[in-house]
C-alpha cells in the first residue's frame, strides 16, 4: 500500500514564500513521476506542477510558472513544491498524487491512484 505524506502548509502574507514536502512509503519512488494538485475555494481541483520520476521533465500550470518550483529527491523518497511570491489565489489545499503508471508524468486527474491527506496553504493579502 502507498501512503503520500505531505507537510508544510501553513498561513503566509501576499508575496512570501512557502515549501511543501510530499514523502511517499511503500511504492518504488523513483520510478514514479509525481504531481502537486490544489483545490481553491470554488474552484476544481488543478494539476499546479508534475515531475517525470528523473526530474528531467516537468510540468507547470501557466497560473504558477515562474512562482513554482517542484523538484524530488529519490534518496529521500520525497518530493517538493517551492512556492515564491504567493498570490490570495493560490489559496487551496494543496495535494500530493502520484500516477498509476510509472516514469512518465501526466495531466489527466483519473491516471493519479495515489493521493496525500493535503495540506492548507492561506496566503493574506
Known amino acids: 500500500q502507498v501512503q503520500l505524506v505531505e507537510s508544510g502548509g501553513g498561513v503566509v502574507q501576499a508575496g512570501g514564500s512557502l515549501r511543501l514536502s510530499c514523502a511517499a512509503i511503500?511504492?518504488?519512488?523513483?520510478?514514479?513521476?509525481m504531481g502537486w494538485f490544489r483545490h481553491g475555494p470554488g474552484k476544481e481541483l488543478e494539476l499546479v506542477a508534475a515531475?517525470?520520476?528523473?526530474?528531467?521533465?516537468?510540468y507547470y500550470a501557466d497560473s504558477v510558472k515562474g512562482r513554482f518550483t517542484i523538484s524530488r529527491d529519490n534518496a529521500k523518497n520525497t518530493v517538493y513544491l517551492q512556492m515564491n511570491s504567493l498570490k490570495p489565489e493560490d489559496t487551496a489545499v494543496y495535494y500530493c498524487?502520484?500516477?498509476?503508471?510509472?516514469?512518465?508524468?501526466?495531466?489527466?486527474?483519473?491516471?493519479?491512484?495515489?493521493w496525500g491527506q493535503g495540506t492548507q496553504v492561506t496566503v493574506s493579502s
Open positions: 515531475i517525470d520520476w528523473s526530474g528531467g521533465s516537468i
Open positions: 498524487a502520484s500516477p498509476r503508471v510509472a516514469y512518465y508524468y501526466t495531466k489527466e486527474l483519473r491516471d493519479y491512484d495515489h
Open positions: 511503500g511504492r518504488i519512488f523513483s520510478s514514479y513521476a
